[in-house]
């Protein structure tokens, strides 16, 4: 057989943990997602306002 050397792997130590978690605030914080949120909240208001006062 042939005779290889056992490879090293040096064990990594896992990431510090971050010092504040990201949760569903911080996604809100982000413009795309507060633009495709408005966006569908106008369209949302205008259908309403349609079948209230125009219906």
Not at 1 to 26: H, I, K, N, V, Y
Not at 28 to 34: A, E, G, K, N, V
């Amino acid at each position: 057989m042939l005779d290889t050397p056992e490879l090293d792997t040096p064990q990594s130590e896992p990431a510090p943990p971050p010092s504040e978690p990201r949760g569903c605030l911080f996604a809100l914080s982000q413009p795309p997602l507060m633009i495709f949120l408005a966006v569908i909240g106008s369209l949302l208001l205008m259908a309403a306002l349609h079948d209230l006062l125009l219906l």
